[in-house]
């Protein structure tokens, strides 16, 4: 009986946490581990509307960790002081291809959540958090640079789905600078 109560008790919080957002079926880290490259945002907040036309493409390494937990480090150039890395970890959940992160930005645990991958080309990526409003965001990573045509429209179609305004999807160019340097 506890079972059952515990499991209706995930579901609900699941339910109210993700809505209808669910992770990838059979969601396997040791084939999503390794280099990716985030080419897709949609975000609205107005915070990000500031920064919209610097975004670029961010090179990210996924490292599964023994305990189901995963290490990603992004990097990112930042004009003032060059290619910065910095260290996300995201915790496993119950659920398989749910994690979540603690944001330094904005001092809260966030939700993520691998929506759809085929781990050789590209994965769909959502993140959520209520705080004073709801915060969402959603990535298209590719393992190159840059993807067929049909992966980013499936980006864009999803993220209006997601309710997001067709100006606030972004698929940045690829960077001019070499950040990480080569070898990374």
């Known amino acids: 009986m506890k079972f059952i109560l515990a499991t209706i008790a995930l579901a609900v919080l699941l339910k109210d946490t993700f809505g209808d957002i669910q992770p990838q079926k059979n ?12 080419v897709g945002l949609a ?3 107005s915070s990000f509307a500031l ?3 610097r975004l670029s493409i961010n090179m990210g390494i996924v490292e599964p960790k023994d305990n189901g937990d995963v290490n990603m480090t992004m990097w990112k150039m930042i004009r003032s002081t060059g290619c910065k890395s910095r260290l996300y970890t995201y915790m496993k959940t119950a659920v398989p291809g749910v994690f979540t992160y603690f ?3 904005h001092n ?14 590209y994965a769909l990526l959502f993140k959520y958090k209520k705080f004073n409003r709801e915060y969402t965001q959603v990535s298209l990573y590719g393992r190159t640079q840059t993807l067929r045509s049909e992966l980013i429209e499936k980006f864009k179609k999803y993220a209006m789905q997601q309710g997001f305004p067709e100006r606030s999807i972004l698929t940045p160019s ?11």
């Open 108 to 121: 809260i645990v966030k939700d993520v959540t691998i929506v759809e991958t085929n781990y050789t080309e």
């Open 51 to 53: 920064f919209r036309n």
């Open 27 to 38: 969601f396997d880290i040791k084939k999503f581990a390794g280099k990716w490259y985030r």
């Open 103 to 105: 944001s330094t930005r």
């Open 174 to 184: 690829p960077p001019a600078d070499n950040c990480p340097p080569s070898g990374q």
């Open 43 to 45: 975000d609205d907040s």
